[in-house]
């Protein structure tokens, strides 16, 4: 979830997430966001959760952002699955402001 809002966030301030399973927190997870650089390319910024579960990108790039993270667990059901995956993914778009 995010900790702050995308669009209050001052150009390259830092957004706070924050990863809860089952609602406990995920310490040591990579988390990725990726972000138009404006040429065409895509930037992938990497941090990894700390111990209340929580990492922070710095916003420095306007245009279309995803932030994705995949937690791999043992099966609760070992006859069905060996491992359960749960993904999680936020997208928003931040737009360059207009003049007035």
């Known amino acids: 979830m995010l900790l702050d809002d995308p669009w209050s966030v ?3 301030a830092p957004l706070t997430v924050q990863l809860l399973f089952r609602g406990e ?3 040591g997870l ?3 966001a990726l972000v138009e650089t404006g ?3 895509v930037a ?3 941090a990894r959760t700390d111990a209340n579960g929580k990492a922070a990108f710095s ?3 306007r245009g279309r952002w995803v932030i994705r993270a995949t937690v791999i667990r043992p099966s609760e059901d070992r006859e069905a699955a060996d491992w359960d995956t749960h993904y999680a993914t936020y997208s928003f778009q931040l737009s360059v402001p207009t003049a007035r």
Request: no cysteine.
């Open 10 to 12: 001052k150009p390259s």
């Open 25 to 27: 927190p995920v310490e």
């Open 30 to 32: 990579p988390i990725k």
């Open 39 to 41: 040429d065409g390319s």
């Open 44 to 46: 992938v910024l990497k």
């Open 59 to 61: 916003l420095a790039n």
